[in-house]
């Protein structure tokens, strides 16, 4: 019985960022809402196992500064390497995006035989990408004028800071629900790589996996000629 064949979809760095941002969010979502809820039974038990209120404060300050190190090391592989240029490119938003939602609709309501064929990002994922990209900017640029205020007081208006609370804690709830509910649903939950999607630690994905999900991605990769092997085998 032959190995199933492995194929790597994710560099090294590509996967070193996805780490460094799952920590600090995680970090983040933890700390913050045991600040947001630390009149609750919860809150003040994660307050205890933070080591108590302040040293929660520096934990999420902390967290806040490695999420702020993991956008520019995003920024400098997108802008100054020719893999990060590629990724993003593959990232921009196309036509084929909306005919590939309306197929996958079609293909849901059982109008389709087939779902769509996508390349190396489905519409989904592309989804995801730019509503993080817009979370974790509001989250930096509401977090600095929460964290410097005293330096702020005399140069804003109060209700700027009021907005920037309550943009950072609405930003906070949407990251949270649109992780549990989507993301996570979507790469680990779901048929196809239900019970995890490993890829994201060793970067590798099967032939079949990246055929069934991936399959313009899985021609260009794995038979450049676009002659599908199960055509053979028919």
Same mark, same amino acid.
């Given at each position: 019985?032959?190995?199933?064949?492995?194929?790597?979809? +994710?560099?090294?760095?590509?996967?070193?960022?996805?780490?460094? #941002?799952?920590?600090?969010?995680?970090?983040?979502?933890? !700390? %913050?809402?045991?600040? @947001?809820?630390?009149? !609750? /039974?919860?809150?003040?038990? =994660?307050?205890?196992?933070?080591? %108590? +209120?302040? &040293?929660?404060?520096? =934990?999420?300050?902390?967290?806040?500064?490695? =999420?702020?190190? !993991?956008?520019?090391?995003?920024?400098?592989?997108?802008?100054?390497?020719?893999?990060?240029? &590629?990724?993003?490119?593959? #990232?921009?938003?196309?036509? @084929?995006?909306?005919?590939?939602?309306?197929?996958?609709?079609?293909?849901?309501?059982?109008?389709?035989? @087939?779902?769509?064929?996508?390349?190396?990002?489905?519409?989904?994922?592309?989804?995801?990408?730019?509503?993080? +990209? #817009? +979370?974790?900017?509001?989250?930096?640029?509401?977090?600095?004028?929460? /964290?410097?205020?005293?330096?702020?007081?005399?140069?804003?208006?109060?209700?700027?800071?009021? #907005?920037?609370?309550?943009?950072?804690?609405?930003?906070? !709830?949407?990251?949270?629900?649109?992780?549990?509910?989507?993301?996570?649903?979507?790469?680990?939950?779901?048929?196809?790589?239900?019970?995890?999607?490993?890829?994201?630690?060793?970067?590798?994905?099967?032939?079949?996996?990246?055929?069934?999900?991936?399959?313009?991605?899985?021609?260009?990769?794995?038979?450049?000629?676009?002659?599908?092997?199960?055509?053979?085998?028919?």
């Amino acid at each position: 019985m032959t190995a199933e064949r492995k194929i790597q979809r +994710f560099s090294l760095s590509w996967r070193i960022q996805h780490f460094l #941002l799952m920590v600090s969010v995680t970090l983040l979502i933890i !700390t %913050g809402f045991a600040l @947001k809820y630390h009149n !609750t /039974w919860l809150g003040r038990f =994660l307050i205890f196992l933070e080591g %108590g +209120f302040e &040293a929660r404060g520096t =934990l999420h300050r902390i967290s806040a500064v490695l =999420l702020f190190i !993991t956008a520019v090391y995003h920024l400098i592989y997108i802008i100054f390497t020719r893999e990060g240029r &590629a990724e993003f490119k593959e #990232l921009l938003p196309m036509k @084929k995006d909306f005919s590939d939602f309306v197929e996958s609709v079609r293909y849901d309501i059982g109008k389709n035989e @087939k779902p769509p064929m996508y390349g190396r990002y489905s519409y989904k994922e592309k989804i995801q990408y730019w509503f993080f +990209f #817009l +979370f974790v900017v509001l989250m930096i640029l509401s977090g600095i004028v929460l /964290w410097f205020h005293n330096y702020f007081f005399g140069v804003l208006p109060k209700w700027f800071f009021d #907005l920037s609370q309550a943009l950072h804690s609405a930003t906070a !709830t949407l990251i949270i629900t649109f992780l549990v509910l989507w993301h996570l649903y979507l790469v680990h939950l779901s048929p196809s790589n239900f019970p995890i999607n490993t890829s994201f630690w060793d970067g590798y994905v099967s032939e079949e996996w990246l055929r069934e999900n991936h399959y313009l991605e899985y021609l260009a990769k794995v038979n450049p000629e676009g002659k599908d092997k199960g055509e053979d085998e028919q």
